[in-house]
């Protein structure tokens, strides 16, 4: 989950501007499908939230007990620029294009950064741009991949919700763990080499919506208004893994810098004394917490995970991190705030 939103979010991780937004919903016990819009009980009540990006974590932990109670887990595979996905106009530019490609299956001459496998025959499908495009006309290419590769025809509106790695999808018995099976961050393309693959196939569609456009996530009913019978939002603590941080944050656009700090190497001209000379480590190892917060506010983890950084690998440091870490961590979260 951690992997794909950073994939997503790479390039707007400091636009406070900007609103992730994902939903649930209680899934019909009988298996026709999430009733994502139905009101029979509090418990079949779609629910929503939204976040600044650098808030991703929270999202994270609600969506984990959403799933965790049973309930169907989705996000928009794009930000907005209000806590809505009423409207088209409230996409922020779009840095990916998707397909709930069901199971067609990926194509050769155009292989998609990332697949998330949905259930045990089908995928949803995410292509990585160079550029951000406008919400509207990226809809519209969206729309014409949908069709070149045979995807489902519904799924390209920006108001489509998909679903993400981690949760389970109830639909059909038993339930499915959703999984990530390619990812592949740095295979971007230009808006000029999809234009291409798509003019190549006959069957890609008109700009004309479509019966069902602008519907739910796996159903033709027309989404409610976000003001409608309300969203609830419930957070529990759960732990990333640790590597998983780690892994994100040396991939993240300040990568470089955690890299740096989290070896021990090349950072000492980034922090200096208050008398102009390099290496002050006090100032490094609250840069090295700063970023690990983006992740998690569990201060135990933040804690650990300097502790496991070469600026903490002599005794020395090790128990001066050890003295400070409270403190540092206190700092950081509450310039967070």
């Not at 014409?144 to 799924?155: F, H, K, M, P, Q």
């Not at 479509?210 to 409608?228: F, I, L, R, V, Y």
Request: aromatic letters at 8%.
């Amino acid at each position: 989950m951690l992997l794909l939103l950073s994939a997503l979010l790479r390039g707007i991780e400091g636009r406070d501007d900007f609103y992730i937004g994902m939903w649930s919903a209680q899934g019909d016990p009988d298996g026709r499908g999430p009733g994502l819009w139905g009101w029979a009980d509090d418990d079949d009540t779609p629910a929503q939230a939204y976040a600044r990006p650098r808030k991703v974590v929270d999202l994270i932990r609600w969506v984990r007990n959403e799933d965790a109670n049973g309930r169907e887990a989705y996000h928009t595979p794009h930000y907005l620029t209000a806590p809505s996905r009423e409207k088209a106009s409230a996409g922020a530019p779009v840095r990916a294009l998707w397909a709930d490609a069901d199971e067609a299956p990926a194509p050769k001459a155009l292989p998609p950064s990332v697949v998330v496998q949905t259930s045990p025959s089908c995928t949803q499908q995410y292509w990585l741009l160079h550029e951000a495009m406008p919400p509207l006309e990226a809809q519209a290419l969206n729309k014409c991949l949908t069709y070149a590769i045979g995807a489902d025809r519904s799924g390209w509106p920006l108001c489509k919700l998909l679903r993400l790695p981690g949760t389970h999808n109830r639909k059909r018995g038993e339930p499915f763990e959703v999984k990530m099976v390619v990812y592949e961050p740095d295979r971007r393309y230009r808006v000029e080499e999809i234009e291409r693959f798509v003019s190549a196939h006959e069957d890609h569609g008109s700009h004309q919506p479509a019966e069902g456009d602008g519907g739910s996530a796996e159903t033709g009913q027309q989404a409610p208004s976000d003001s409608s019978q309300g969203g609830r939002q419930i957070t529990i603590d759960f732990e990333i893994p640790d590597d998983a941080i780690i892994a994100i944050a040396r991939t993240a656009k300040n990568g470089a810098k955690f890299n740096a700090l989290f070896e021990d190497a090349g950072w000492e001209e980034m922090y200096l004394h208050g008398d102009g000379s390099r290496g002050d480590w006090s100032r490094a190892v609250m840069g090295l917490a700063a970023i690990i917060a983006f992740y998690t506010w569990d201060t135990d983890q933040i804690e650990r995970i300097v502790a496991l950084s070469r600026l903490c690998s002599d005794d020395q440091h090790a128990a001066r991190w050890q003295r400070d870490a409270a403190r540092v961590i206190a700092k950081v979260q509450e310039r967070g705030r």
